[in-house]
């Protein structure tokens, strides 16, 4: 392809030479080149935002929206979840992206790429997925916001296609890997918001 195109631009401006007997043949053609030349693939700026739709697992009522968005000492997360049993509900960043399966177990376990025992959120050793709990008030609905130090959107700790998941039980910030934090009631994808 790129042949060919070199090869007419050659033809080109080789006419257009013999036409106006002006520039060298080089100039003209390295000036048409540079000209059409495709211009590069645009480098996409970094994702300042992303979002996760939480969706019910088989079973369950738990849905709702996770937003992450770029802060000056990691990413604030702003999450709303209705459909909750009443109390705390473990919240995580599972490591893969893939909500399929109805207990949603496709998503894999917590995102730990430093390899770090399960933790609360404040802990220092912890799954950079650890997020800690939700707490549901009694109508269900759970609203949390918190910037997050080991959260990112890009790098190795970059969270996008990965996915959030909430759990039946509340995470108890120490049992490995899990927090015992028992079934799955809610996944959702974590991908680049529009804005
Ligand atoms: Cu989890
Ligand atoms: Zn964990």
Known sequence: MASIRTFHLWGFCAAVVLALGGCKAHECCLARSRKSEPSAVPVPAGVARAVSVL???????????????????????????EGLTPGPHGFH????????????????????????????????????????????????????????????????????GRSVIV???????????????????ACGLIGAAKE
């Open 55 to 81: 969706q019910p697992t088989q079973g369950n009522a738990v849905k709702g929206t996770v937003t992450f968005e770029k802060a000056a000492n990691g990413v604030k997360v702003v999450a709303d979840v």
């Open 93 to 160: 960043i599972h490591l893969h992206g893939d909500c399929s399966a109805p207990d949603a177990s496709s998503a894999g376990g917590h995102f730990n790429p430093e390899n770090m025992p399960h933790g609360g959120p404040d802990d220092a050793q912890r799954h950079v997925g650890d997020l800690g709990n939700l707490v549901a008030d009694a109508a269900g609905r759970a609203h949390l916001e918190r910037v997050d130090a080991h959260l990112a959107l890009e790098g190795p700790h970059s969270i996008l």
């Open 167 to 185: 759990h039946a039980k509340a995470d108890d910030l120490k049992t490995q890997p899990t927090g015992d934090a028992g079934g799955r009631v």
